[in-house]
Nanobody
Framework: QVQLVESGGALVQAGDSLRLSCAASGLTFGDYAVAWFRQAPEKDRELVSHISASGRNTIYADSVKGRFTLSRDNAKSTAYLQMNSLKPEDTAVYYC????????????????WGPGTQVTVSS
């Protein structure tokens, strides 16, 4: 069945870069929009970025604009989150999520979720 698996999380120092990957299986990846969320300890889950099924449209949280880039490779059924100039406030578990193009959803409603990958940024 449908599965999303994140990878690439690590312990890094402020100012470093990381690239997270989200590998999908069990679906036609090009039919699904993809998003990255994150959740810090004792904080609510927040949307980091979203990319349309085609990859032509993206949105970013204000806190990561200019530092993070979301992209996708539909041939590889994989989405990527390039994170540059990392800050301690970026420390969180990062989750990949997906929802099918053409359906009606709420702002943070996604059908499928990965288990998450830990990103820790030390100062």
């Amino acid at each position: 069945q449908v599965q999303l698996v994140e990878s690439g999380g690590a312990l890094v120092q402020a100012g470093d870069s990381l690239r997270l990957s989200c590998a999908a299986s069990g679906l036609t990846f090009g039919d699904y929009a993809v998003a990255w969320f994150r959740q810090a300890p004792e904080k609510d889950r927040e949307l980091v970025s979203h990319i349309s099924a085609s990859g032509r449209n993206t949105i970013y949280a204000d806190s990561v604009k200019g530092r993070f880039t979301l992209s996708r490779d539909n041939a590889k059924s994989t989405a990527y989150l390039q994170m540059n100039s990392l800050k301690p406030e970026d420390t969180a578990v990062y989750y990949c999520a997906a929802r099918r193009w053409g359906a009606l959803y709420g702002p943070n409603e996604y059908n499928y979720w990965g288990p998450g990958t830990q990103v820790t940024v030390s100062s």
